[in-house]
């Protein structure tokens, strides 16, 4: 928002003050109602024309890092080798190249422990990996609240939808084949498979998606129970309605399992028709507004899209193509809330970008 808007209220307040205090018979009480109208008004309007930010953005000054408000005031003193994102208040910190802390957003370290791989919490419950390549779950405290005892793999989630998939048991080394268990926030088993091997593909708030062989199956994790099996040859519109059917709302069923090959990611329509818009990556778009041609754009759900031009350098364009931050960095993720984390050509993270370009560090 800019500067003559936010100053909107307090010149509005003074004007009308001045106006009708003059008036014959105008009373104190009239002034503070309609002064409190004014505030209410303009509550509703902050709050429907714009997309807040998180209170608190990693910020880089040089080479340390801290954390400001969105209008780069310094909340948190730039001391750490690298800041991360808040999650349920608290967020992770590299204090040196081989140890990570967690402080809460008054910049108190809670506590630490050994490695740098990013990790959230959700639900109150950490994901860690011990010396042994085991998984467990820490609570804010940094005390054990799940004990390792389960096998490291890439799709780890944490409780992002308060349950978790975990590998019980690694089938063989050298594939992606495991044994696997979803459990709750407490450690009890909601789902095991019992010696059979499958493979989790997919997760959400309701379901979880697994394979079987050449079936998918989708086990409802508050139900504890299967309640749909199918194979490819059945088109995604009859699964969904199958879904509806049985009792199930739009918002549980949404999910890339799902997704309706009619109608999903609308924003790609804005970019070319020649190309369908039921895949997460679009690949040589021509965006006829800017006359201007991306090896790829990857959609996300914000305001921006990534972007790569021909020489792999990639960026964020908005819905009609324009470039909002430019193709410059070799790498650019979206990191929730409008944020978005640029990578330079090392593959180290540079600085936090809004969604409206504003850069979040500076220069020594």
């Known amino acids: 928002m800019n500067k003559i808007t936010r100053a909107f209220p307090r010149s509005a307040v003074g004007l009308f003050a001045a106006i009708f205090a003059k008036r014959k018979g105008f009373t104190l009480l009239s002034l503070t109602r309609i002064i409190f109208l004014i505030g209410i008004l303009f509550f509703f309007f902050e709050n429907s024309f714009s997309q807040k930010l ?4 990693p910020y880089r000054k040089g080479n340390l890092w801290g954390y400001c408000d969105s209008t780069k005031k310094i909340i948190i003193e730039p001391i750490y080798h690298e800041t991360n994102l808040f999650s349920e208040d608290v967020a992770q910190i590299l204090l040196n190249d081989s ?6 957003k008054k910049g108190k370290l809670l506590f630490s422990l050994k490695g740098t791989g990013s990790s959230e919490f959700y639900h109150g419950l950490l994901e860690d990996i011990n010396s042994e390549d085991k998984i467990g779950f820490l609570d804010k405290e940094g005390k054990v609240a799940i004990p390792y005892q389960f096998e490291h793999f890439d799709m780890l989630v944490g409780f992002q939808y308060g349950y978790s998939p975990v590998v019980k048991k690694k089938i063989n080394m050298k594939d992606t084949s495991y044994i696997y268990e979803i459990i709750d926030t407490l450690g009890n088993v909601l789902l095991e498979s019992k010696g059979d091997v499958f493979n989790l593909c997919s997760v959400n708030e309701t ?3 697994i394979f079987y062989g050449d079936k998918t199956q989708i086990f409802d994790v508050k139900k504890k129970k299967f309640i749909l099996e199918y194979n490819d040859s059945i088109p995604v519109n009859k699964i969904r309605e199958e879904l509806k059917n049985t009792g199930y709302k739009e918002s549980e069923i949404n999910n890339e399992m799902l ?23 679009l690949y040589n778009v021509s965006i006829k507004k800017t006359k201007k041609t991306y090896k790829s754009i990857e959609l996300c759900e914000d305001l921006l899209q990534i972007a790569a031009d ?27 809330k409008g944020l978005y984390a640029a990578y330079t050509k090392r593959e180290k993270l540079h600085g936090y970008i809004d969604r409206y370009g504003k850069k979040y560090w500076e220069e020594k």
């Open 207 to 209: 379901f979880a998606f």
């Open 310 to 336: 021909y020489n792999n350098n990639v960026g964020c364009v908005d819905k009609n193509g324009i470039e909002i931050i430019s193709p410059s960095y070799s790498m650019i993720s979206y990191k929730g």
């Open 54 to 57: 998180p209170y608190l953005i």
């Open 99 to 104: 140890v990570s802390g967690f402080i809460n």
């Open 259 to 281: 997704e309706n090959k009619n109608y999903r990611i609308y924003w790609s329509y804005t970019l070319t028709k020649s190309f369908p818009n039921d895949a997460l990556y």
